[in-house]
């Protein structure tokens, strides 16, 4: 442990220059005079590095001084692919590993990449949970993670809505969808995702086994996620809007929803509006997403939902007009 914290002590230094005690102390989660330990350390193994006291002082290397210690291991190259996602790094056990390997990336690029790298760091941060929901509790993920690394086989006790089921999962990827994490596996012959959240228990298993040669987990979650966006539009409406307004669908609406309503449009008629059809997960969901559209937006069946909207725009100008 403390080897690690002594490269990655060095690794700072050349990067930033002079860097404080107490700066050390924070970034590397010691004490000050755990940091001066350490200093003292790596004096005594032949590394040019002094402190000075004072305002202006601080830990530094002699100038021109640079380490070859920037080889990445095995976890860090693996780290580096989520440097994007330093949120997801944490989940996965890999935080530290994480930050010690963009150091060294930073210690092994010039002086003027090593400054534009560090600028884009602090101008760009990508917060991936969506609002107002705290995240998922997953106290499985770290072992779902481990038998991912080392392609082992995973039985996990699994909640679904009406029952609990016991799967033997070959994982095949994990993904992280506005701050929720999915498990893709392998279940038999089929390939499923499951909600890390809803896997209560997960003990992994002693049997290896080999991952499908042609398995792209970017195209096939993709592929997965239109097809559940798919599935889930149960029902259809035929309507009709100004050709003009038809942007506003995307604001209450699925992309996939979107998609197939604006294909279906029709030509716009004498007036500029068009007929469509717009697809939802129930009559109910669907009322909810058009009554924003308000007067651009008239539904021509099916007659149930017609009566609906005419109902809601009754009782609205009830109250409104009291």
């Not at 033997?168 to 279940?187: E, F, I, N, Q």
């Not at 038999?188 to 040669?213: K, L, N």
């Not at 029902?235 to 279906?264: G, I, K, Q």
């Amino acid at each position: 442990m403390r080897a690690s914290r002594l490269v990655q002590l060095l690794l700072i230094l050349q990067t930033r220059g002079r860097t404080t005690a107490g700066e050390l102390a924070k970034e590397l989660e010691v004490s000050v005079r755990t940091v001066y330990r350490d200093v003292e350390a790596l004096s005594a193994a032949g590394v040019p590095v002094y402190s000075e006291q004072g305002r202006a002082g601080g830990v530094q290397l002699v100038d021109g001084y640079r380490t070859r210690l920037t080889g990445l291991t095995t976890d860090e190259a693996d780290a580096v692919l989520l440097a994007g996602s330093p949120g997801a790094a944490a989940d996965l056990g890999l935080g530290t590993v994480l930050a010690t390997a963009q150091l060294k990336v930073l210690a092994a690029l010039p002086p003027e990449l090593r400054g534009r790298a560090t600028r884009i760091a602090e101008r760009v941060h990508i917060d991936a949970p969506g609002w107002f929901r705290p995240p998922d509790e997953t106290p499985t993920l770290n072992i779902v993670a481990d038998s991912l690394w080392h392609d082992r086989r995973l039985q996990v006790r699994y909640g679904r809505k009406d029952k609990i089921v016991d799967r033997r999962l070959d994982p095949l990827g994990l993904v992280m969808k506005a701050g929720t994490w999915y498990l893709v596996a392998r279940d038999g012959a089929a390939i499923r995702s499951y909600r890390v959240s809803r896997i209560i228990a997960a003990e992994p298993t002693t049997e290896s086994f080999t991952r499908p040669d042609d398995f792209d987990l970017a195209v096939h979650w993709s592929r997965a996620a239109d097809d559940f966006a798919l599935s889930m539009l149960r029902v259809r409406a035929r309507c009709r809007m100004p050709a003009t307004h038809l942007r506003l669908l995307r604001l209450w609406h699925e992309p996939v929803a979107v998609a197939e309503a604006l294909a279906s449009a029709t030509e716009p008629d004498a007036e500029g509006w068009v007929e469509l059809t717009v697809p939802s997960e129930s009559y109910e969901v669907l009322a909810h997403a058009i009554l924003p559209l308000g007067e651009h937006c008239e539904v021509l069946e099916p007659p149930e939902l017609r009566a609906q909207m005419a109902e809601t725009a009754a009782r609205m100008h009830a109250r409104y007009s009291s």
